[in-house]
């Protein structure tokens, strides 16, 4: 069997992906694409890295099975990949990690990041913080009020937050004008991306940096039942913690890997972020071309969900490649579903998911009720929902 | 030849730099955009850059962000600023257009299709801002087999050995961008800029063309001393933003005005 070897040397996954961006840029994106090449199989690096996420970021994070929710869900076992339990409560930090040291490497004293529910801001402030970086975080104004906890976390660690008023003043709208601040300032400054989209080289990097999720819980798997799940699920927006499951597994045979989009209010409806799962056409947009959330005019359109971290009207390319290529499966789940899932493990597990998480919590409870009860799905925490306790009290009335 | 290059060839005879207005299609509403086209021309423009509205310009500063805004609050998208190159054409076969964007409107319609109705409304230059040489091999062809210039941007930082590749893909001309940074950033340094030139004079013999950064008289004279055209973009969207449906046209015939007597007076040092 072939091995799964992907993308190409620019960064190609078969038509998606690439580097769609303009020439003031490219200089930029070439030195990055040389300094990782050098650094990605550096044993030297590499083994910074893994110290980095041992002692600071606290991995490997365990597998945990939930025992009592696949009880009551009825069917399969349910095992929970606990990305939620990481220093800064979420998948995010591993990979800022990795692209911090790099910016060391390169001798830039300035890091900036876009974000949406603002884990990846947070997760860049305290590395920033702790490398002496100086942090700037582009974040949408909508999401600055619907994420005001992660806001003053990132201000108390240091960084300036920079709200964006263009467009839909969201995550896609962060992302432009941190690509704008990196062109301006290229000289001194690293981007660091959150997630698996962007210009090459950032969807390798960073899924390679998040891949220690899956290479742990492979590990884990074996030892905790003998053998691998039957299927993988993770939420997916820009879809890095999916990434990051994902690819260790792309190679193994017999295990389905399950990619959540978020519906919203209903796939019918217009009103959601999910691109794969409704066949948007492909386009180019953040420098890759993948597929994208439309108008007939090749405008981008406003998106819509509960989640910030999922309000994203593309995808990371090398998902488009996977649902092209059927090695993954992308699925929908409502606003709605996504908050029953979320309550279901709290009062049964003593877990408090994010929201983007809770989308493929949804999915994999879907899922259990038609599988037999030795049958096995590893979903990816991804997140903790401590930062979401203000859009779940407005859902429910509550005044906090 | 192509009209872009036929207005090249003209001004080289006169010793002259030819001035390139940018204004963003529909902006500030679709109903002033051909009036404004034919202002441009009236006043001293010798090509125009037209941009066509994205969603997400993500190469563009405030100022033209905010025109690509007000565009599409009118729904002005690719279909429809073909249609007002269309109208302009009626009465002007003359001035070359250059349409500016990005890469996604192109990309729903599809690279052939866009060229096919480009050429229909006879457009005669394309930029697309984020499609590099690498990643737009079958786009360029399309074009050029329609005789309509692909325009490619070069950077402060483009390396010699790029500036090549550039050029083996680019005609009509190559659009020079003065400064690191989004679109109506800070002023230029003309004496880099001057260099930046010159060394990019050697490996081609296309048209350099300067742009990012030239805001008034003193500055479009000067780049107009050592390139072959000078587009002035932010400026003249900022002038559209501050005016009123009243003064828009007097107002951009003015700026138009000053900016020709500038280009007019350099004294040629190519």
Redesign the interface.
């Known amino acids: 069997m072939q091995l799964y070897d992907m993308p190409d040397a ?1 960064g190609h996954f078969g038509q998606f992906g ?7 840029l ?3 994106l070439d030195e990055l694409r040389m300094m990782y090449e050098k650094y990605r199989h550096d044993p030297v690096f590499l083994a910074e890295f893994a110290h980095d996420l041992k002692h600071f970021v606290g991995r490997p994070s365990p597998v945990y099975h939930a025992k009592r929710w696949s009880d009551k869900v009825g069917g399969a076992q349910i095992y929970l990949k606990r990305e939620d339990l990481n220093h800064t409560g979420a998948h995010k930090i591993n990979n800022t990690v990795g692209q911090a040291l790099l910016a060391k490497r390169m001798g830039k004293p300035r890091v900036i990041a876009e974000t949406g529910a603002g884990q990846h801001g947070v997760a860049t402030a305290t590395i920033a913080a702790r490398m002496g970086l100086e942090c700037v975080v582009y974040m949408g104004s909508e999401d600055i009020k619907r994420q005001a906890p992660n806001v003053f976390r990132m201000k108390l660690l240091g960084a300036t937050v920079v709200p964006v008023e ?2 839909s003043k969201t995550l ?2 962060a992302l ?1 004008e941190a ?2 601040d990196w ?2 300032n ?2 001194n400054t690293f981007y660091i991306i959150g997630t698996v989209a962007g210009p090459h080289p950032y969807p390798m990097m960073v899924r390679d940096f998040q891949a220690v999720i899956g290479v742990e819980a492979k590990i884990q798997m074996q030892e905790m039942v003998g053998r691998q799940p039957d299927a993988v699920i993770a939420c997916v927006g820009g879809g890095s913690n999916a990434m990051g499951i994902f690819y260790p597994y792309i190679d193994v045979p017999n295990v389905r890997l399950i990619g959540v989009e978020a519906a919203g209010h209903g796939l019918e409806t217009g009103m959601h972020a999910a691109p794969l799962t409704t066949n948007s ?7 890759n ?1 993948t597929y ?1 959330m ?8 406003e998106t819509h969900s509960v989640s910030a971290g999922l309000d994203y009207p593309g995808v990371g390319p090398e998902h488009a490649w996977l649902k092209d290529i059927k090695r993954a499966e992308y699925v929908g789940i409502t606003d709605d579903e996504a908050m029953t899932a979320f309550h279901s493990l709290c009062r049964t597990e003593g877990i408090i998911p994010a929201l983007e998480s809770s989308h493929a919590l949804a999915h994999a409870e879907k899922m259990a009720k038609t599988m037999r009860k030795d049958e096995i799905i590893l979903v990816n925490l991804s997140g903790r929902g401590d930062k979401d306790i203000n859009t779940v009290a407005k859902l429910a009335n509550i005044t906090l | 030849m192509s009209r872009i290059q036929t207005t090249f060839a003209a001004l080289k005879q006169q010793g002259k730099t030819a001035l390139i207005p940018y204004i963003t299609a529909g902006d500030p509403h679709p109903k002033h955009t051909v009036d404004l086209l034919h202002t441009l021309v009236k006043n001293g423009a010798d090509m125009i850059e037209l941009g066509v ?10 100022v033209i ?1 905010r025109a690509s ?1 007000r565009a ?1 609050m009118h729904k002005v ?4 600023v073909l249609e007002m190159v269309k109208t302009f054409r009626l009465t002007n076969q003359t001035t070359p257009i250059i349409l500016m964007g ?8 599809g690279p052939k299709a866009f060229a096919d109705r480009a050429k229909a409304a006879d457009v005669d230059g394309v930029i697309t ?4 040489p ?2 737009c091999g079958e786009f360029v062809q399309e074009l050029r087999s329609r005789d309509i210039d692909p325009i ?4 402060p ?3 010699p050995k ?1 500036v090549d590749l ?1 050029v083996s893909q680019a005609s009509g001309f190559v659009y020079y ?1 003065s400064l ?3 679109t109506g ?1 800070a002023n230029l340094d003309i004496i880099e800029v001057s260099e930046r030139v010159a060394a990019i004079r050697k490996q081609t013999n296309l048209p350099v063309g300067v742009g990012f950064g030239i805001r008034d008289a003193v500055t479009a004279k000067a780049t107009a001393a050592i390139a072959d055209a000078v587009v002035v973009g932010s400026r003249m969207v900022q002038l559209i933003e501050a005016s009123t449906d009243d003064n828009l046209l007097s107002n951009v015939a003015a700026l138009m005005t000053e900016l020709k007597t500038a280009v007019d007076s350099a004294t040629k040092s190519i």
């Open positions: 620019r690439g580097t769609f961006v303009a020439e003031t490219v200089e930029a263009s467009g896609k709208d432009n690509m704008r062109v301006t290229v000289h056409p492909v386009g180019v947009l953040h420098g071309r994208l439309q108008d007939a005019d090749g405008n981008i359109i | 509205p994205f969603s997400d310009p993500m190469a563009d500063g405030p962000q805004e599409l998208g690719l279909t429809a990005y890469a996604n409107p192109i990309e729903a319609i801002v984020d499609y590099p690498e990643e490619f941007l070069l950077s930082t483009t390396e790029r550039i961008v690191k940074g989004v950033a």
